[in-house]
């Protein structure tokens, strides 16, 4: 199983599909913001905590498929609504 990881990470950009949902979370934590794809042209930014999202954004609560499950629970950047500024 740690191979499949490992074939993901080396294509460039890591693909969902090929990693267990822990992998996932864990490759988040340890990069703080990453692009993850989960399809040939599905693909978006996952951050660890609103300090890798830009000024006037903040963290949204998300799901990615993943190998093993089909809302592995995520986090990524998100416009901060206007009247909460």
Do not use: H
């Not at 693909?15 to 988040?28: G, Y």
């Not at 989960?38 to 498929?65: A, H, K, L, N, Q």
Request: with cysteine; aromatic share 10%.
């Amino acid at each position: 199983m740690r191979m499949m990881a490992d074939a993901a990470l080396a294509q460039g950009r890591p693909n969902s599909l090929a990693m267990s949902c822990s992998s996932v979370q864990a490759l988040i934590q340890q990069r703080g913001g990453i692009v993850i794809g989960s399809g040939p042209d599905i693909f978006d930014r996952f951050v660890s905590s609103p300090y890798f999202c830009m000024g006037g954004e903040t963290i949204d609560y998300t799901w990615v498929r993943t190998r093993d499950a089909r809302r592995c629970p995520v986090y990524r950047c998100k416009e901060i609504e206007e009247w909460f500024r």
